[in-house]
């Protein structure tokens, strides 16, 4: 699929993790995302992630490339610091 719209298709493979291999002027780059960092991954980018400790967190990023760099733009992030109240 091509994760962020620049005609460069990228291959997606699940496998607990998440991997991204993307040819790259003549180069396979691969970016690995752990359990939980990338899931739901739309054909736009966007993804969800979320990550558990003291806090539970969760949101939305959006992926695009720079050369051959993986970047991120947060679309959302939701904070839920034991209160009933999220930020």
């Known amino acids: 699929m091509d994760v962020d719209g620049d005609s460069i298709n990228e291959l997606v493979i699940d496998c607990g993790d998440t991997l991204i291999l993307?040819?790259?002027e003549g180069t396979v780059y691969v970016y690995g995302f752990t359990f939980r960092s990338?899931?739901?991954l739309k054909t736009d980018?966007?993804?969800s992630w979320n990550h558990?400790?003291?806090?539970?967190?969760?949101g939305?990023?959006?992926?695009?490339?720079e050369g051959a760099e993986i970047k991120t733009?947060?679309?959302?992030?939701?904070?839920?610091?034991?209160e009933p109240n999220a930020e």
Do not use: A, C, P, W
């Open 22 to 24: 993307r040819y790259y």
């Open 38 to 40: 990338l899931y739901h």
């Open 45 to 47: 980018g966007s993804y």
């Open 52 to 58: 558990t400790g003291s806090d539970f967190e969760y």
């Open 60 to 65: 939305e990023n959006q992926i695009y490339f």
């Open 73 to 82: 733009k947060e679309l959302y992030r939701i904070v839920n610091e034991d």
